[in-house]
């Protein structure tokens, strides 16, 4: 599992064919959509590229476009919005050919001391002692795509082992939080910046799935448009993606064919490292 998913690591070594430029590989899950947490993920390692040592990713802001081909590659765009005393912005747009996949900005920031508070962690069982599952199949694939072999019979960049919790009490219920423990299927190459590009990548996996829940329907539902619109994240305090961290994950609320849903990072000591939010389309095509 490991050798497999370190060769599926490459999708994150990115080309630079010009100042600012790149060209980054797709990974095929099986089906011709292009999975959004990956563009999000290069995104991020592109606007890093070129930042002044020692700043750190602290967020990133992105609007998903147009959907992309997971057989062809991806062209990154990288433009400096600014370089302050203590900021530094990038703005990254992601194409294949004339689609405009994806936009973004991020900012990194000097390291300084300042107020510091957090809420606790949820108290859930450790890792180790949550069953290893398909969360991925179970969750998130329970009908094949029609056109070609499910993501999840890929090998897994993430390792997902999800927190037993109790159901919806019924229809339409607020879902109650998913707390699932994460971490990479194989160990990454030193770097703060690409911790953090792999924990983006990560953080899309459930982000609509949450949204479903109380409404019995799968992401493969047939009939079901579904997408996501934009993805935010913001990285508290640094950390090593080389170890399991508890992702919680809810949806507040779901409305006018949007979902949104947010979740929190924690390392098991119980640091904060980072939040994200997402806002998606989904909703029943009328059938004809």
Known sequence: MRDAAKDQLTIFDLDLVAPGRFTAASRDFGWPRLFGGQVLAQCLIAAGADRPAGRHLHSCHAYFLQSGDSRRPIDLEVDVVRDGGLISIRRVNAFQGDAHLLTMTASFQAPVDGFAHQIDMPLVEAPEDVPGGDWAKEALM??????????????????FR???APAATQDHDVPPPLNVW????????????????????????????????????????????????????WFHRPFRFDDWV??????????????????RFFTRDGRHVASTVQESIIRMREQR
């Open 142 to 159: 329970r009908r094949e795509p029609a056109d070609g072999e499910p993501f999840w019979s890929l090998e897994p960049l993430i390792e």
């Open 162 to 164: 999800p927190v037993p």
């Open 182 to 233: 994460v971490r990479p299927a194989t160990a990454l190459n030193a770097g703060a910046l690409l911790d953090c590009a792999v924990l983006a990548y990560a953080s899309d996996f459930p982000m609509i799935d949450i949204c479903l829940r109380s409404h019995g329907v799968t992401l493969m539902e047939p009939g079901l448009q579904r997408a996501s619109l934009d993805h935010a994240m």
């Open 246 to 263: 508890l992702y919680s994950v809810e949806s507040p609320t779901t409305d006018g064919g949007r979902g949104f849903s947010s979740g």
